[in-house]
Every structure is written in structure tokens, then in C-alpha cells.
Nanobody
Framework: QVQLVESGGGLVQPGGSLRLSCAPS????????VGWYRQAPGKEREVVAS???????SYKDSVKGRFTISRDNAHNTVYLQMNSLKPEDTAVYYC?????????????WGRGTQVTVSS
């Protein structure tokens, strides 16, 4: 299968910002509906934000006004801009995407990128 790759994680201070990216490793398959999920140690994985192929978006209540999901179709990439980060945002963030191409459609998870918010 095509590999989904997340990038942009790191260590930031409370109130800081990060931008995460999600893109397939190849150029044959197009990225369609995308969801950003996160999982903190000892917690269940939860959806944070999602975007459709038509750029309709939805967000978890606790990140509304702070996070923005967007897509750049020319570069076949989806982003998660995270502002005003809080310690409770600390988690591994995963991209889950619907991909299509060559008469195929399937879903795939990325391997995750660590986001740590700490003083």
C-alpha cells in the first residue's frame, strides 16, 4: 500500500504553535477525506479534526478556535495548524486518509508524529 507520512511534530512551550503535514509517499494516489487523530499515553485514540475532499471541516470541541485543518490539493497534502497549544494537547498525532487512484480506493493510517507541550 501507499505509505502515509506525518511530519511537523516536536517539543513546544505552552502557547506555542506547530504545523503538522500528512501526505502519501507516492504521487499515483490522491488523498481524499482525511482525519487527524491523537493518542496520549494511557488514553484512547480520539479524532481531533477532519476535512472532506470538498474542504468541509469539523473539529473536536476542545481544539476549536486553536487548530485549523486545511488541504493543498496541488501538493496532495493535508495540514493541521495548531496554535495556543496546551499541555493536554500532548500526544502522538496520526493521519488517517481515504486514498484513490488507478481504479482503487482504500484507507490508510500514518505512523504518527509526537507532539509534546511542556514548560
Amino acid at each position: 500500500q501507499v505509505q502515509l507520512v506525518e511530519s511537523g511534530g516536536g517539543l513546544v512551550q505552552p502557547g506555542g504553535s506547530l504545523r503538522l503535514s500528512c501526505a502519501p509517499s507516492g504521487s499515483i494516489f490522491r488523498i481524499n477525506h482525511v482525519g487527524w487523530y491523537r493518542q496520549a499515553p494511557g488514553k484512547e485514540r480520539e479524532v481531533v479534526a477532519s476535512i472532506t475532499s470538498g474542504s468541509f471541516t469539523s473539529y473536536k470541541d476542545s481544539v476549536k478556535g486553536r487548530f485549523t485543518i486545511s488541504r493543498d490539493n496541488a501538493h496532495n497534502t493535508v495540514y493541521l495548524q495548531m496554535n495556543s497549544l496546551k499541555p493536554e494537547d500532548t500526544a502522538v498525532y496520526y493521519c488517517y486518509a481515504v486514498l484513490s487512484g488507478s481504479g482503487q480506493t482504500f484507507s490508510d493510517w500514518g505512523r504518527g508524529t509526537q507532539v509534546t507541550v511542556s514548560s
